[in-house]
């Protein structure tokens, strides 16, 4: 008698090849293997992209080409990846010394295109905020695959230059990788600009990239060992942080998955949020809400009455509110949420902090507190969407929520490109 881990592996594996059959384009063995292209960064978006695809096969190559207009192609070979507990394998390719702003071609196998089939197109983006520059941000991303899809469909139709996927991406539980097929496939097919070109993204992690769905951080990186295989982060982190030139900075965090919230992690966002004092735009996004809309610990308590909550406003919020930032996206509960300005945990309309949320790209929402009784909430509402951020080279923000039908219904224009820095 099989023991059940093993069991299960096999039977995932069978999925495995299943899915990826009828997923292939069919355009001979070597392309059939590839699917669910994804672009990420390590390094600077302006000059840099990486290049990740997925595979069942050990002894497949990691070798894509790339080139700009009609250059001659430009071959970069990279490495693969098994990612376990699974029989999936993710191909990584990292291409360097690329122009800012520019459109690049680029296919997967062993042997340069001769042809049009199975390109694919990407923009790098620009060194200097001399355009608008946008992006979409939202989490908890795939319930049914439906879901995922529609709301693909409106990030790819608003054009926007990336994505902020705030966490609980393909809920996989570190465990389920047809999951992750399912989820990269879809942003490959209907996650795409207007002109066709495969939208970068920027990943955080959330409960629902360890093992069991769990938090908690006595596991470690080991418990959310796909999550971190399937992305390339800077510093090998869940925090982590990305710079666009000297206009934007995203600030990623781990609010307790497989990272204490207090401790080495709080003293990394201070020296981060040091270092950038200057930068003209910056975000921070985590998954578990400081001023969440649905989970609350008990009868007769909010959201924000959470232990993880208020770890968060203790050990976070001081060093965001010292230094200033655009806009918090948080993710988890299921809803939408704009709340209030906040400042030292009240509300503050003239210098506070803006927190956008709660994470309902691709699953069922949940109810919402009566605004009556959450103070920190401005508006609430179960809602699937995603905030589209469109920067302005004048210092000016725009973010509009979408829903899965294409509709906007909340919007909130910032003056100025972050909140004043207020000294300790």
Known sequence: MLRPNLTKNIQTGFRLIVVLCVLAPI??????EVTGIYLSWRDDPATTITVNWLNLYAEAPATAWYRRGAGEWRRADGAGQPVRPSGLWVRRVQ????????IYEIAIGAAAPSGKQNLHTFRTMPRELRRAVSFVAGG???HTREMV?????????????FALLGGDLAYANNEEATRWVDFFQSWMLHARGRDGRLIPMVPVIGNHEVARGQSGVAGGAVHASQFYTLFDLPGGKARHVLDFGSYLSLVNLDSEHTEAIEGAQAAWLGETMAARARQTFLFACYHFPAYGSAKAPGPGKLPIDHPRAIAIREHWMPHLERYGVTAVFENDHHNFKRTHRLRGHRRDDDNGLLYL???AWGVRTRTVPPLSEAWYLAKAEPTRHLFHVVLQPSGRTRIVAVNDQGEIFDEVNLATPRTRPVPP
Not at 95 to 102: K, M, N, V, Y
Not at 149 to 161: C, S, T
């Open 140 to 142: 908890d991303m795939m």
């Open 95 to 102: 291409l360097r010394e690329l122009e800012p702003d520019a």
């Open 27 to 32: 355009a001979g063995r070597a392309q059939a």
């Open 149 to 161: 899809d529609a709301m693909n469909k409106q990030a790819g139709r608003l054009d926007p230059d």
């Open 357 to 359: 949320g709660d994470g």
